[in-house]
């Protein structure tokens, strides 16, 4: 029984995403699956494009296995732990440097690890229905996947928003950020991966399928409210300091949510991945969840929103005044 389904349709391989009783989370099996398969289609003469698509009409991916590694660490199984991020990791390297058009249609929830499996890759097809984010300062961890060298790569702002509050975000406003590249409505996306399949032109079926779009985002406000080289602090402070300004009241709602441990180690992350290579980032990631899951920050976190879903953590400490420096130093590997 595995969660991904895979099948050869002329030139095209493509990867279903079939685990919808969990929105299509990626465990261990998935991650292991999906790269083996993109591994031998990646040297596979026959095989010229890659699709991956979901058999959930809810979800594209919502996520990591992030249950499942709370499980280890409570276990103190950190082998399972290294295990995990570093093959989910690989495998986001493997669709950033892969040889041919990989190609993900996104239909509805893309989060987290599910950006892991399409924002590295040439396409991201986003319908009406896409709703992405970076959600992980509110379990306790931090945007990993690559995020910290996709997010700084976004406009002014822009990565700082979506990965310090997890705001989330619709299909035609990612396409306006970057994290997506076309926008399909949602009733054109069978006959779009149809067109894909048989191997019409890609230029021509974007041509033909593909819409404008408009976004809402109030980007000059983000790029106010989160400058690069704002501590979360200060984020926080200017965006309470703003009587009456209903979206900051919210953002600050947001971060008020999160770790603040976890906002600290965000921010370090994301600096320091402005200067760094995706693969340079991965390590660093790979540092900082080995070390993150070790904290009740991540163990709390993600029983208050996954496990008992009370949505009431207990972080500690409980503000951002009261975070330690040496432990955020600690956990990110930035100094
Ligand atoms: C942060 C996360 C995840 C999350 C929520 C967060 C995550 C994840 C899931 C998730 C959601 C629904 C499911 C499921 C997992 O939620 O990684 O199995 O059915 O996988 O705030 O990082």
């Not at 989910?88 to 892969?98: C, D, F, H, M, T």
């Not at 404008?212 to 406000?221: E, H």
Request: glycine share 8%; net charge negative; proline share 5%.
């Amino acid at each position: 029984m595995s969660f991904i389904r895979t099948s050869v349709t002329g030139a095209v391989g493509e990867i279903v995403l079939d685990r919808p009783k969990a929105l299509n989370a990626l465990d261990q099996s998935m991650i292991d699956d999906m790269y083996a398969i993109l591994v031998e289609w990646g040297d596979e003469d026959a095989i010229e494009t890659v699709l991956v698509t979901s058999a959930s009409p809810r979800a594209f991916c919502a996520g990591g296995d992030i249950r499942a590694i709370r499980e280890f660490a409570i276990a103190g199984d950190t082998a399972a732990i290294t295990r995990y991020f570093s093959s989910e990791y690989r495998l986001n390297q493997l669709i950033a440097e892969y040889p041919k058009p990989y190609i993900a249609l996104i239909d509805g929830a893309a989060m987290g690890g599910g950006l892991g499996i399409s924002v590295h890759g040439e396409l991201r097809i986003v319908t009406q229905n896409a709703l992405i984010a970076m959600p992980e300062t509110a379990i306790g961890f931090f945007p990993d996947v690559g995020a910290t060298y996709f997010l700084p790569r976004l406009p002014e702002g822009v990565g700082r928003w979506l990965g310090l509050t997890g705001a989330r975000i619709r299909g035609s406003d990612a396409v306006a950020v970057g994290l997506a590249t076309h926008f399909v409505p949602a009733e054109q996306l069978p006959t779009v991966a149809q067109q894909i399949r048989e191997g019409v032109d890609l230029v021509d079926v974007l041509a033909d399928h593909r819409a404008p779009v408009t976004t809402d985002l109030p980007l000059v406000t983000i790029a106010s409210y989160f400058p690069s080289d704002a501590e979360p602090v200060s984020i926080l402070g200017g965006l309470r300091g703003a009587v009456g300004d209903q979206w900051a009241a919210e953002m600050a709602d947001l971060l008020d949510a999160a770790s603040p441990t976890s906002l600290d180690v965000t921010a370090a992350l994301l600096a320091a991945g402005e200067q760094s290579s995706l693969a340079e980032c991965l390590e660093r990631e790979l540092h900082a969840a080995e070390q993150i899951t070790g904290t009740n920050d991540f163990r709390e976190g993600v029983r208050s929103v996954l496990v008992d879903k009370d949505r009431n953590p207990s972080f500690v400490p409980p503000t951002l005044d009261g975070v330690d420096s040496a432990e955020v130093a600690r956990i990110s590997g930035a100094e």
